[in-house]
């Protein structure tokens, strides 16, 4: 169940909206594939934010439950081709996180 979050800068989401809206089903192909989970558990939301001109232009955000197969080395490859997807589509400085959720105090409702 990855939760991806992309915050972009305000200033230059404009520029980067549509690119951005017709990379997420690749996104989501490849996070799903990698994570072994299906499309039905993946969730995106594309949010423009103000951000202070040294930072990053996009902040992706990966929120998932741990599984013995997401190895350190599999989420971080899983960040690098995000990260690498991102920048190659908008051209802006992209920075990934990945963050594991606690199953035992994790409550979804759908």
């Known amino acids: 169940m990855p939760n991806v979050k992309l915050f972009v800068d305000e200033a230059r989401y404009p ?6 809206a017709a990379l997420l089903p690749e996104l989501r192909d490849m996070l799903c594939a990698t994570l072994a989970v299906d499309h039905a558990a993946c969730q995106f939301a594309v949010i423009p934010v103000m ?10 955000e990966l929120h998932l439950l741990p ?6 080395q599999v989420l971080r490859a899983a960040a690098e081709a995000l990260r690498d997807r991102l ?3 908008t051209g802006l400085h992209a920075a ?7 199953p035992g105090s994790y409550i979804a409702l759908k």
């Open 51 to 60: 951000g202070l001109p040294d930072q990053p232009q996009i902040n992706a």
């Open 96 to 102: 990934v996180r990945i963050a594991a959720l606690d």
């Open 87 to 89: 920048q190659a589509e």
């Open 15 to 20: 520029s980067v909206r549509q690119g951005l």
């Open 67 to 72: 599984r013995s197969e997401r190895t350190p």
